[in-house]
């Protein structure tokens, strides 16, 4: 699987469009890209994923680049129970384990302030 | 509700003994997955089952045993071998079978094992 690269901590103010960088310059062409949240102590909670077109979602917007090499997940109107850590995964489009794997990274530690 | 459960959140052991997590879901995924997150990491993928009375060996399975017996459960045992148990421990579930293998996995809220 591709590697991700996001910041390792990000601010945004509460009821602002909060916008998530992501790079995986190295990402194939049957590869997805999955976006994870993890509020403390909980488990990993699924945003949205996409291959090459934007997509949206009731939670979010993903917005590809054309070269697949990065993207950004958006969060409209970010509010305080958004604060938690965004995970940015590429996952392989293959038959069986390898491509169903997760591969989580650092991910981004957002802080939504009032 | 339909969704994945994992009982207990909390979990105290000592030192030795052999531990038993339970993970349930009532989803009809046909894949599971166990994960571990030790503080401040990523997740990492210890064993994972396609289908009943079938799993495989992820990235960290030494210390670690598993059953599929049935379609809605996949419970996890940490031996004596796992020399860190203490930790953050994931299940997960999602359909399989499909050509893209792109289907989403979906967690339960995950048990926090202590050993002492």
């Known amino acids: 699987d591709a590697k991700t690269t996001q910041p390792t901590s990000m601010d945004c103010a509460e009821g602002r469009a909060a916008n998530l960088p992501c790079n995986h310059s190295?990402?194939?062409?049957?590869?997805?890209v999955y976006w994870y949240r993890q509020i403390h102590s909980q488990g990993p909670q699924y945003i949205i994923h996409?291959?090459?077109n934007n997509e949206t979602n009731e939670m979010a917007s993903l917005i590809i680049t054309e070269d697949r090499k990065s993207s950004t997940l958006i969060l409209p109107h970010a509010t305080l129970r958004d604060t938690a850590v965004y995970y940015c995964?590429?996952?392989?489009?293959?038959?069986?384990?390898?491509?169903?794997?997760?591969?989580f990274g650092g991910g981004t530690r957002v802080l939504v302030k009032p | 509700d339909g969704g994945i459960t994992q009982s207990p959140k909390y979990l105290f052991r000592k030192e030795g003994q052999n531990v038993t997590l339970s993970c349930e879901q009532n989803?009809?995924?046909?894949?599971m997955y166990w994960y571990r997150q030790d503080p401040g990491q990523g997740l990492r993928l210890i064993y994972y089952?396609?289908?009943?009375?079938?799993?495989q060996k992820g990235d960290i399975a030494e210390g670690y045993s598993v059953s599929r017996e049935k379609k809605e459960s996949f419970p996890l045992t940490v031996t004596s071998a796992q020399k860190n148990p203490t930790a953050f421990y994931l299940c997960?579930?999602?359909?399989?079978?499909?050509?893209?293998?792109?289907?989403?996995?979906?967690f339960g809220p995950g048990t926090r094992l202590t050993v002492l």
């Open positions: 989803l009809n995924h046909d894949a």
């Open positions: 995964i590429v996952r392989g489009g293959l038959r069986g384990a390898a491509g169903n794997k997760l591969t």
């Open positions: 190295t990402i194939s062409g049957n590869e997805y």
């Open positions: 089952s396609q289908i009943v009375n079938d799993f």
């Open positions: 997960a579930s999602s359909i399989w079978g499909r050509a893209s293998g792109t289907d989403t996995q979906y």
């Open positions: 996409g291959l090459k």
